[in-house]
């Protein structure tokens, strides 16, 4: 017993000290306060106005500002995952990185903590305003508010290991989609319209990812149905799985990186 305890420190000590290290890499700067505040309030203020403009009924503008506050969260979590690379990428320092005895996963979850703070500040700030200013009738309940913050986390988390995994097999090469990708999950899971109207493979496709599912669950409270009877169920156990597969491909992936030597050209 005393010794699961001491390996649960263990395991708690090393998370918290790779979200302290994402925490220390931004505290000081300025962009990290432009990821988190200015960009999803631009982005809700520019769609928003362009609802009022279009005249759309409530439940229509409901509709896109949950996309809205779902992308700006979703960009903000996945870029902190990434940031495990890409800031030993920056500094030339990943060799130091992938000696710790820590394994890839705690490292990838610690930064994603430190996201989901920040996810969370963002979500916070983005419901205040879109009821305030766009009229957003903030119906959901607060275990169903929680679940489905938790499924566009995981969503996040998903994305973020995506393009871990990108660059140590493409090396710098894929840096470009610690920007991109997101955008591109955006187009096919019904960010700003329902998936349905997707032509298949597309429709497809989209029902694919889980954000569509934590989209739909949100969004049936505003009178919108959902493509499965239960979203939250479907969005969770497709995340289950492809957490379990992302996680063992990433460790096969830095394993391999080692052996290639693209550790050390991304140190160097």
Known sequence: MRTSSSSLRSSLAELMAFAYRNYAVTKNEFYALF???????????????????????????????IGVIALSVIQIVQIDVTYVML??????SLEYSVVSS????????????????????????????????????????VLGSALFV?????????????????????G?????????????????????????????PFKTAGYLIPIT????????FYGYQPAFENPLFVGFAESLVYLALLFYTAEMSLKRARKTGLVLKLSG
Not at 53 to 65: G, M, Q, V, W, Y
Not at 127 to 138: A, K, M, P
């Open 213 to 220: 599912h934590f989209l739909e669950y949100f969004r049936s």
């Open 172 to 200: 710098r090469r894929a840096e470009i989609f610690a920007w991109t990708l997101a955008a591109i999950v955006m187009i096919f899971c019904g960010i700003y319209y329902p998936v349905e109207i997707l032509p298949e």
């Open 102 to 141: 820590a394994p890839f996963s705690k490292m990838v979850l610690g930064a994603w903590l430190f996201g989901v703070l920040r996810g969370f500040v963002a979500f916070v700030l983005l419901v205040i305003s879109s009821t305030e200013l766009f009229g957003l009738d903030y119906t959901l309940p």
């Open 87 to 92: 800031y030993d990428m920056w500094s030339m």
């Open 35 to 65: 990821e988190m505040l200015f960009w999803p309030v631009v982005s809700l203020f520019t769609i928003g106005l362009l609802g009022e403009f279009l005249t759309l009924k409530s439940e229509e503008i409901s509709f896109i500002l």
């Open 150 to 170: 938790i499924g566009i986390f995981l969503g996040a988390l998903i994305i973020g290991l995506v393009n871990c995994i990108f660059i140590l097999v493409f």
